[in-house]
């Protein structure tokens, strides 16, 4: 499975970008999980949302919940994340990974995704 991030872009806060997640290799149907991860400059890998494709249902952090969101387009094989009402701390590199089953408890950890995307760059200014 391959992975491709894109999207990114500077921002001013308040703003909105959608990011777009595009997989090849497999059908997102028959991932079990497609999650993005936000790295902020100097920082670990920060869980942001974790799509469930099975059910449709997509679980997020506190910190992006009712900002955040996540879709899907099963003819381009594509997971999108909107994020809206950007701020500051919203800016670093996204990246999108995925695994074969759902991690049940445990889709926060970065360590547990097989594939990732190369990632991409979202800067908010102020």
């Known amino acids: 499975v391959q992975l491709q991030a894109s999207g990114g872009g500077l921002v001013q806060v308040g703003g909105s970008l959608r990011l777009s997640c595009a997989a090849s290799?497999?059908?997102?149907?028959?991932?079990?999980?497609v999650t993005w991860f936000h790295q902020a400059p100097g920082k670990d890998r920060e869980y942001v949302a974790a799509?469930?494709?099975?059910?449709?249902?997509?679980y997020y952090a506190d910190s992006v919940q009712g900002r955040f969101s996540v879709s899907r387009d099963n003819a381009k094989n594509t997971v999108y994340l909107q994020m809206n009402s950007l701020k500051p701390e919203d800016t670093g590199v996204y990246f999108c990974?995925?695994?074969?089953?759902?991690?049940?408890?445990?889709?926060?950890?970065?360590?547990?995704?097989?594939?990732w995307g190369q990632g991409t760059q979202v800067t908010v200014s102020s």
């Open positions: 290799g497999r059908t997102l149907s028959a991932l079990g999980a």
């Open positions: 990974a995925a695994r074969n089953a759902w991690p049940v408890s445990i889709y926060n950890r970065a360590d547990i995704y097989t594939f």
């Open positions: 799509f469930r494709p099975s059910l449709i249902r997509t």
